[in-house]
């Protein structure tokens, strides 16, 4: 089964990794992007720098890896650190790695992103910030070091998971319409999408339940109400879709 | 928009990654999982390292990332210099970042992967390893460092992509039987699957074209021959499929 062998012993100028070198970067950091929704609104979570060469930016919430930490680890601390949020269910996106993100030092950070409702979290920010605000998807400013770029991989990310798995359906209230699911649908994608074939399609990947209720205390005509059923939300987050609008 | 503000400027103690700090790791190295596909077997390229600490012992294709490089280009660089391979469409799985992955240093790697076609490769071993093999799935031995988790997690993202894309069609014949395409998932999925089940599945896809041809100079009964459509190929790719099996 072996292609071709060197028997020729030789360590120098050797890359593999198992052999001690003097390292070739500065740090390791860790950036999170949280997504947060809020009455059909999906909006990103930035923190203003207090201090350091940064004090004034705008950027991810974002921190040093420790020695002793997985990146996981690390990005619950940061998180916590910053703006006191707790139990977040996180995932990683991936190592951004260009030399130049970062000027005059060679910092890799692992990006990390999530979904959450915003109604459900708290957020305070820390010394380290002066300030901790949700930011609208298309209000994004100019953001410090490569963060635009994590924001918008994660956003592409989490585009195509909702396309795929019923993420962020735990948004919505327990009882909703048709139409409430569009428009998260809509936030999320950033599209807009045609009313009588998001119904149709919807209804026919049986995801729903259809309650015997309307809609209360509206001005409009009241829209049938739905929910999950979370046996088959169990199945299709496991086993997955694929929602073409 | 402001959640919560703290006026209070603190530089001390900050996790803020802007700021200067002693870097808590002692190196960043890539490595790559390349699978190959090769007459109905699915395997893993190895190499058995010929220097360092790791001497004797097989691990996959990694080494150091470079100051100046990206993830990305260490990961070319380095199966380029380990196997002569060049030209491969390398994916980043994620960064494998356990304090206790690499017995007292923190190395955090950052791992790739990829599905290519054996035969269209020569691979060379360099000098920095002894031996380069490709070794079944199913026969992968004790690997360095955390290398067997490594594989493991890129299998699963091999097995969910083939789910969700037409991936690893280029790895079948121009023309080919239905028999043929199921041995390739199976090998993938490590599943045996329904002849007449995958039959209908496959075929209600919509994904092949049925040919005017059979099989020539088989012993057997001469399979139905299909090839796929490159406008139908593209846009699968694109917009994903779900194939529940």
Redesign the interface.
């Known amino acids: 089964?072996?292609?071709?062998?060197?028997?020729?012993?030789?360590?120098t100028n050797?890359?593999?990794?198992?052999?001690?070198?003097t390292?070739?970067?500065?740090?390791?950091?860790?950036?999170c992007v949280i997504f947060g929704f809020k009455k059909e609104s999906l909006e990103v979570l930035l923190v203003q720098?207090?201090?350091?060469?940064?004090?004034g930016?705008w950027?991810l919430l974002?921190?040093?890896?420790?020695?002793?930490?997985?990146?996981?680890d690390a990005a619950h601390?940061?998180i916590y650190?910053?703006t006191s949020l707790d139990n977040i269910y996180l995932e990683?996106l991936?190592?951004f790695?260009?030399?130049s993100r970062v000027l005059d030092?060679?910092?890799?950070?692992?990006g990390y992103y999530t979904l959450v409702n915003q109604e459900d979290y708290?957020?305070?920010?820390?010394?380290?910030?002066?300030?901790?605000?949700?930011?609208k998807i298309k209000e994004i400013p100019n953001l410090?070091?490569d963060h635009n770029e994590i924001l918008n991989f994660s956003l592409l990310q989490l585009q195509n998971r909702v396309?795929?798995a019923p993420i962020g359906f735990n948004l919505l209230p327990e009882k909703f319409t048709l139409l409430q699911l569009m428009h998260l649908y809509e936030e999320i994608l950033g599209i807009e999408l045609d009313k009588s074939n998001f119904r149709r399609k919807i209804l026919h990947m049986k995801l729903l339940v259809a309650l015997d209720e309307k809609q209360q205390d509206v001005s409009h005509r009241a829209a049938k109400l739905y929910k999950f059923d979370p046996d088959i939300y169990k199945k299709l987050t496991e086993?997955?879709?694929?929602f073409?609008f």
Chains 1, 2 share one sequence.
């Open positions: 089964m072996a292609i071709s062998s060197s028997k020729k012993n030789s360590q050797s890359c593999i990794a198992a052999n001690t070198v390292p070739e970067i500065d740090g390791i950091s860790v950036d720098h207090a201090g350091g060469e940064s004090e930016s950027g974002g921190g040093w890896m420790k020695r002793q930490e997985s990146a996981d601390r940061i650190e910053l990683q991936k190592a790695t260009n030399p030092r060679r910092i890799v950070t692992i708290n957020v305070k920010a820390s010394l380290d910030v002066r300030e901790a605000k949700w930011c410090i070091f396309r795929q086993k997955g879709f694929n073409e």
